[in-house]
């Protein structure tokens, strides 16, 4: 009788245990699949979010071109006779694939065999490769440039709105001038810049590929600067110190080689042999003062480089187109 009220006792307590053995199981069952829903839920949330960022970029990409797009708009109405001297050029960077455009004036040569001169302009900070059709009074500064006998005039965009000379700017105006000598017989080269153009103009100049190189005869800088350090120094303009930051990752004191890496002074050695340049420097310029542009002609005299230097009582603006002929007259005229 004793046995079986203990069997009894014990069945009561293994029903209990069992019970609560099959409660933790549904239990950590629920939580098991709890956990698996909050995982493809952030799963999910996280491929939505990668597709947000990537629609994002997307936008921020197509929002520039737009502005691009706007800026070429305004410049064709602004120069409602550029159809006529300009042919739009686009390409895909050999650099990064990047698509770009580049502008030639004029848009064919009537004696396309004769030997060619081309003329690579560099446009300033914050601006496009349509600067020179846009500058000037009456006649804008292209058509003073290809008004030269069989002359041409590629401007190249290498970056806007601010590359300060980066790696793929370099490639991008390389690839683009090679694309004019493959198409005329360029037998001079002469590499024109105003403000930022006209502090990589002469950088470039100096680094250019041998089968360029060998061709430039003549540089022009127009309100530039050979020390690019010094520049982000003395200039007064915040912008331009904004954007030489982003540029360069940094200022002078953080980021020295990469600001010595892109200024002219750097590479004069390496300059080709028997190029001249002419030097515009503008007296009342705060943007890029006056003795950054005394700072290059030095240079160039102490390195036996034939140099003119041009100065103008002005701001930090476009001179006179009088002015750029001048300094194109020089340095292509052929050497003393």
């Known amino acids: 009788m004793l046995l079986s009220t203990h069997n009894e006792s014990s069945k009561h307590l293994t029903r209990p245990k069992q019970e609560i053995s099959g409660l933790k199981k549904r239990l950590l069952l629920a939580l098991l699949v709890v956990s698996c829903l909050l995982n493809a839920a952030g799963i999910t949330f996280f491929v939505l979010f990668l597709?947000?960022?990537s629609h994002n970029k997307s936008l921020k990409r197509n929002f520039k071109r737009q502005l691009t797009d706007l800026e070429i708009v305004r410049a064709e109405a602004n120069q409602a006779n550029s159809s006529a001297i300009l042919s739009r050029r686009m390409f895909i960077s050999q650099f990064d694939g990047a698509p770009d455009s580049f502008a030639v004036a004029p848009p064919f040569l009537l004696m396309p065999t004769r030997a060619v001169t081309l003329v690579v302009?560099?446009?300033?900070?914050?601006?496009?490769y349509f600067e020179p059709f846009e500058t000037g009074k009456g006649k804008c500064l292209a058509e003073t440039v290809i008004g030269r006998n069989n002359t041409i005039l590629v401007s190249c965009n290498y970056r806007p709105p601010a590359s300060w000379g980066t790696d793929a700017a370099i490639s991008d105006i390389t690839q683009n001038v090679r694309e004019m000598?493959?198409?005329y017989p360029v037998t001079r080269i002469a590499i024109m810049g105003t403000s930022m153009g006209g502090?990589?103009?002469p950088t470039y100049a100096a680094i250019a590929p041998p089968d360029i190189k060998e061709k430039i005869v003549g540089v022009v800088s127009v309100e530039g600067a050979?020390?690019?350090?010094n520049l982000f120094n003395q200039t007064t303009m915040q912008s331009v110190k904004n954007a030489m930051t982003t540029s360069f990752g940094g200022t002078p004191e953080t980021q020295a080689q990469a600001y010595?890496?892109?200024s002219f002074l750097t590479h004069i050695s390496e300059l080709p042999k028997g190029v001249k340049f002419a030097i515009v420097s503008a007296g009342k310029d705060k943007v890029v003062p006056r003795p950054l542009q005394r700072e290059m002609e030095d240079a160039l005299e102490k390195a036996n480089i034939q140099t003119k230097l041009i100065d103008l009582d002005i701001h930090h603006e476009a001179p006179p187109m009088d002015i750029y002929n001048q300094a194109l007259d020089y340095v292509l005229e052929p050497g003393q």
């Open 260 to 262: 010595a890496a892109r």
């Open 51 to 53: 597709n947000s960022e």
């Open 121 to 128: 302009y560099l446009h300033g900070q914050n601006s496009t």
């Open 181 to 183: 000598c493959q198409e």
């Open 199 to 201: 502090s990589i103009a």
């Open 226 to 229: 050979g020390n690019l350090a």
